[in-house]
T-cell receptor
Framework: EAQVTQNPRYLITVTGKKLTVTCSQN?????MSWYRQDPGLGLRQIYY???????DKGDVPEGYKVSRKEKRNFPLILESPSPNQTSLYFC????????????FGPGTRLLVL | ELKVEQNPLFLSMQEGKNYTIYCNYS?????LYWYRQDPGKSLESLFV???NGAVKQEGRLMASLDTKARLSTLHITAAVHDLSATYFC?????????????WGAGTKLIIKP
């Protein structure tokens, strides 16, 4: 089954404690992206990757890091989480075809105390 | 800076009625997407609109794109309760890579039996 998986699905942490949210896709997609969703703001892109070792900042990259060492994986790293990073995070992937849509993971709900 | 505005942000309607959700964007863009999000769930692709005049239909939902007016509409025909969800439109960011999307804030649709 074609899918995007994220782990963990729920996470409560404290300010400053480094964490990683994993994302994996099994569709051999070139493009992957991380979004955060906050009430009333829609989705905002954090980082995206066009292919292995190619990443770029989205609209709200501050406080986040990513890496793309393998085509299927695109982890999101919060080196020193702060309460304003409490949010719902989605990973998405897509092929490079112009008419293709993005496939979203199930989401990771993060609470930073 | 590209901005995407959806109207209305909240809509409560009766089953069997017709209604339209509007998505305006501020600068030229090549592609427009519509997504659906059920409460507590991930996002699901509905339509990808690639050119001026594009119209796509799936069941009781029909989306259209007018690139000259920078406007897309999502029309709901004879609404049923199962269509209750939040609907997002998203637009390619001009001058960015193919996969930088700017999202509207979403339209929360509640359909009452």
């Amino acid at each position: 089954e074609a899918q995007v998986t994220q782990n963990p699905r729920y996470l409560i942490t404290v300010t400053g404690k480094k964490l990683t949210v994993t994302c994996s896709q099994n569709m051999n997609h070139e493009y992957m992206s991380w979004y955060r969703q906050d009430p009333g703001l829609g989705l905002r892109q954090i980082y995206y990757s066009m292919n292995v070792e190619v990443t770029d900042k989205g609209d709200v990259p501050e406080g986040y890091k990513v890496s793309r060492k393998e085509k299927r994986n695109f982890p999101l790293i919060l080196e020193s989480p702060s309460p304003n990073q409490t949010s719902l995070y989605f990973c998405a992937s897509s092929s490079s075809l112009a008419w293709e849509t993005q496939y979203f993971g199930p989401g990771t709900r993060l609470l930073v105390l | 800076e590209l901005k995407v505005e959806q109207n209305p942000l909240f809509l409560s309607m009766q089953e069997g009625k017709n209604y339209t959700i509007y998505c305006n964007y501020s600068t030229t863009s090549d592609r427009l997407y519509w997504y659906r999000q059920d409460p507590g769930k991930s996002l699901e692709s509905l339509f990808v609109l690639l050119s001026n005049g594009a119209v796509k239909q799936e069941g009781r939902l029909m989306a259209s794109l007018d690139t000259k007016a920078r406007l897309s509409t999502l029309h709901i025909t004879a609404a049923v309760h199962d269509l209750s969800a939040t609907y997002f439109c998203a637009v390619d960011s001009p001058g960015g890579s193919n996969y930088q999307l700017i999202w509207g804030a979403g339209t929360k649709l509640i359909i009452k039996p």
